[in-house]
């Protein structure tokens, strides 16, 4: 671990700030583990991802302009999210002219934005502490994690360190859910057979429990499971790591409405 304490600022991501607030008081949990002080922009928002995915240049530069204000002076800027990670760590390189102030600025941010198990594992050397989980955890691959930020062995390898958890590939871990962000809503018969091989892969896998890094696939799979009648829980990696995955799994019967942004200036936790 570092010697000196780093100052992190947490990128909630809109989904789960939205949908899934646990998985960021996880994160936050995980990051002061490792002896970091951890932020939170308080008037953080999208990373422009839905912009940028849809060709919308102009949208997308005009908020990843107010990402970069809103993440000057950190550390590193910490993320749970394969996708968004990717959005921020890859594309902001791109998309301001060359040699303008924001491309430098863009490219500064990228450099120090970092995916939660990846920064844990390269950055401060986390190891799993006295955490356990009573089941069978079949880990699946996101697209924008395993393809543009190339994480694949690092959530198993935290995962294999977690007491009692019996972890199990599925023989397609590397396939596509079907969300893709707007793909679902652009083409929902194709992203619903997709996500039909997705859940008969599981099922085969005989886990009790889902597991991945980006919250869009979870609340895809976590939907057709329950849509099918299936009672697989849906869990975060982050959310197993931190032991904070007691409750309902994701799609589960209680549904958390307490948002994880606070109010304030640049929130400390």
């Known amino acids: 671990m570092p010697k000196e304490k780093l100052n992190i600022g947490l990128f909630v991501t ?3 700030d939205v949908f899934r607030p646990n998985i960021a008081f996880a994160a936050v949990k ?7 002080s951890v932020s939170v922009p308080p008037t953080q928002t999208c990373c422009g991802q839905p912009a940028f995915n849809n060709g919308n240049r102009r949208e997308a530069r005009r ?18 999210s394969g996708s968004c990670g990717g959005m921020i760590h890859l594309h902001y390189r791109d998309l301001f002219p060359e040699g303008s102030k924001l491309e430098a600025a863009a490219r500064e941010l990228a450099d120090r934005t970092y995916e939660l198990v990846t920064f844990l594992d390269e950055v401060v050397g986390y190891r799993q ?4 989980y009573p089941g069978s955890c079949a880990y699946h691959d996101s ?16 995962l294999r360190q977690v007491g009692n958890l019996r972890l199990r590939e599925l023989e397609h871990a590397e396939a596509c859910c079907g969300f893709g962000g707007t793909f679902c809503v652009k083409f929902p018969e194709v992203a619903d057979r ?12 005989k886990a009790d429990t889902v597991v991945s890094a980006d919250l869009g696939c979870l609340l895809n799979i976590a939907g057709k499971l ?16 931190a032991d904070m995955a007691r409750g309902p799994g994701i799609g589960g019967t209680t549904v958390q409405t307490t948002p994880f942004k606070l109010p304030g200036a640049a929130s400390k936790l």
């Open 30 to 36: 995980l990051l002061k583990k490792s002896g970091c």
């Open 226 to 241: 329950r849509r099918d009648g299936h009672k697989i829980k849906v869990f975060h990696v982050a959310e197993i790591l």
């Open 14 to 16: 809109c989904l789960v």
């Open 194 to 205: 997709i996500v039909v091989d997705k859940i008969d892969d599981i099922v085969a896998s």
């Open 129 to 132: 502490q006295s955490v356990a």
């Open 143 to 158: 697209c924008a994690a395993l393809r543009e930020l190339r994480i694949k062995e690092t959530p198993r390898k935290f």
């Open 63 to 80: 908020i990843a302009a107010k990402v970069i204000r809103e993440f000057e002076g950190f550390d590193y800027v910490v993320v749970p």
